[in-house]
C-alpha cells in the first residue's frame, strides 16, 4: 500500500523534528504510522503467520532494536527509515522460521504488570495477551522523554515511596509530583494510540 503523497511529506517532517531536535512526540507519530505499514507489507509478503508469530511483533521489534542502538541510525528520508525497518523485521522473520522463538530483552512481567495496572484505566493494552502486552509497553516506554521514563522507573519498577524517589532525581516533592503526573499523562496517551496498532 502506498503512503498518500501528502501524508509522506508530514511524515518527512516529522522524521526532521526527531533527528534534528530529538523530539519524542515526532518520533511517537512517525513510528506509528510505519508501524501499521511495516505489518501490513510483512502480511503481504508471508500471508498468515502463526499464532506465535504475528506481523504486528515483528513489526513492534524492528522498531525496538532500531530504538535500543545507543546511536540510532539517521535516514535522509522516511523511505530510508522504511527500508532500514523492513530489512530488520524480514530478517527476524527468516531467523525465526527455522529457529524456536528466542526471547529478546524487553521489560520484565513484574514491570509490565505494574505498568498495565497503573495504566488499566486508560484503554490501553487490557486486549493483548501478556507478552504482546510486555513488547506493547517497551516500544512505548522507549518513546517517552528520558526525564519520564526515569519518574516512572523510581515509582514503578524501583517502588520507591515519592519522597525517595525525588530526593533520587534531585528535585523537591512538589516539583518531583508534576514531573510524575506528566510522565504518566504522556504514558496514557501514548497507551490510547499505540493501542490500535499493536492489537
Do not use: H, K
Not at 522524521?15 to 511517537?28: C, F, H, I, P
Not at 510522565?183 to 493501542?195: G, N
Amino acid at each position: 500500500m502506498q503512503v498518500p503523497p501528502g501524508e509522506e511529506e508530514r511524515r518527512r517532517g516529522l522524521l526532521a523534528r526527531w533527528q534534528e531536535a530529538q523530539d519524542v512526540d515526532a518520533l511517537d507519530e512517525l513510528l506509528r504510522g510505519e508501524l501499521v505499514e511495516l505489518a501490513r507489507r510483512l502480511r503481504g509478503r508471508v500471508g498468515d503467520f502463526s499464532t506465535a508469530l504475528s506481523a504486528s511483533d515483528l513489526a513492534q521489534e524492528a522498531v525496538l532494536r532500531w530504538l535500543r542502538l545507543e546511536v540510532p541510525e539517521r535516514f535522509a528520508d522516511v523511505a530510508g527509515l522504511r527500508a532500514y525497518l523492513w530489512t530488520v523485521a524480514w530478517r527476524l522473520f527468516v531467523n525465526r522460521v527455522g529457529r524456536p522463538e528466542r526471547e529478546l530483552v524487553r521489560l520484565s512481567s513484574a514491570e509490565s504488570g505494574v505498568l498495565s495496572g497503573a495504566f488499566a484505566t486508560s484503554g490501553g493494552f487490557g486486549q493483548l495477551a501478556q507478552d504482546e502486552q510486555r513488547t506493547a509497553l517497551e516500544v512505548v516506554v522507549n518513546l517517552l522523554r528520558p526525564e519520564d521514563r526515569e519518574c516512572l522507573s523510581l515509582v514503578y519498577f524501583q517502588g520507591l515511596a515519592i519522597e525517595e524517589a525525588a530526593r533520587r532525581a534531585g528535585i523537591s516533592r512538589a516539583a518531583f509530583d508534576m514531573r510524575l503526573s506528566r510522565a504518566r499523562q504522556r504514558l496514557a496517551a501514548r497507551l490510547v494510540d499505540w493501542a490500535d496498532v499493536v492489537g
